[in-house]
């Protein structure tokens, strides 16, 4: 067996170079020990052979330490918070329903004293939810929520609910798009990227089904070609090899739900008191009455006219 053959051995070789090297660092015993000896040469020389030893078990060696560190991490979250739950990860096999099935889900990182958890279920390959609400109620971190706490269900980890159940899925999210100067490349035009790639994952039925996240579909573009877009790759994701959540201003989308039993329709809302605008973080079937875009303008102060009734969805 080679002498480096262990991680183990290999780092005492090197702090043994290292710190025999480190004479450098006293310039009149460098300069007397060099007289006698090589010395720099030789140690030179003895880290080129090291490097030559372990650069092929290197790359493995750094693999085998991230997969235990990772592990560890895992373990050291789920032991800080005992109250969250390990998922239940199940393998599909022929034909057998491919369901999301969470229960008080919440979002990791926001403190548990003022963290709002919801149930959420989706059933069946193409099952789509249309997730619609005003600003600020809750719509991207909910999609958040549900990637962040895959993530960790995937990974091995706990996740922070008091029940979760999937199948084995590849998730793909359209959140945070950003443009590119140097590229040329427009936000709209990136987000279509993007969504084109997560479409084409999700018509891939040899792998496992994608769990698709989508957030403010087509929000780079004007109100008529963003319906008119949303509308037919809502349509597709619904007859693709996946299932997921599609959030949205635009209201004339969830007009979709009675085109298809795969798509469903939920909202966040907010009320108006006394002391404006409040939010429950609630998920609610159906879709949203209420919007507050004029109330956040007005209370900032822009010109904007007052609106008391909520806008009804067209049929």
Not at 46 to 73: G, Q, S, T
Not at 123 to 149: C, D, E, P, Q, W
Not at 185 to 191: G, H, Q
Not at 217 to 243: D, P, Q
């Amino acid at each position: 067996m080679a002498t480096s053959s262990k991680p183990s051995t290999a780092t005492r070789r090197l702090a043994r170079l290292v710190a025999a090297l480190n004479v450098r660092a006293h310039p009149l015993a460098h300069f007397a020990v060099n007289l006698i000896v090589p010395w720099d040469l030789w140690f030179a020389e003895r880290f080129r052979l090291l490097h030559r030893e372990i650069a092929d078990r290197l790359p493995v060696w750094i693999d085998r330490l991230a997969r235990v560190e990772a592990a560890a991490a895992l373990a050291h979250c789920a032991d800080t918070h005992p109250d969250w739950v390990y998922p239940r990860i199940e393998i599909q096999s022929g034909s057998g329903e491919v369901r999301v099935d969470v229960n008080a889900l919440g979002h990791p990182l926001l403190p548990a004293a003022s963290r709002v958890t919801n149930d959420f279920t989706l059933a069946g390959l193409g099952a789509t939810a249309i997730i619609t609400g005003s600003n600020m109620s809750g719509k991207s971190t909910f999609l958040r929520t549900l990637g962040v706490n895959l993530c960790l269900a995937e990974a091995g980890g706990s996740v922070c609910a008091k029940g979760w159940r999937s199948p084995w899925m590849r998730l793909y999210c359209c959140i945070r798009v950003e443009d590119s100067l140097d590229g040329g490349i427009s936000y709209f035009y990136a987000e279509v990227k993007r969504l084109k790639r997560l479409l084409d994952a999700a018509r891939e039925v040899e792998r496992p089904p994608v769990f698709f996240l989508i957030d403010e579909i087509f929000r780079g573009t004007n109100n008529r070609e963003r319906l008119i877009g949303s509308r037919h790759y809502v349509r597709a994701l619904g007859e693709s090899h996946g299932l997921g959540l599609v959030s949205t201003h635009d209201l004339e989308l969830v007009k979709l739900e009675g085109e298809s039993d795969r798509i469903t329709t939920h909202h966040f809302r907010e009320t108006v008191d006394e002391g404006g605008l409040a939010f429950d973080y609630r998920l609610r079937p159906g879709p949203c009455p209420t919007t507050n875009a004029l109330k956040i303008m007005a209370r900032e102060g822009l010109p904007v006219p007052e609106e008391s009734d909520p806008p009804s969805i067209r049929s």
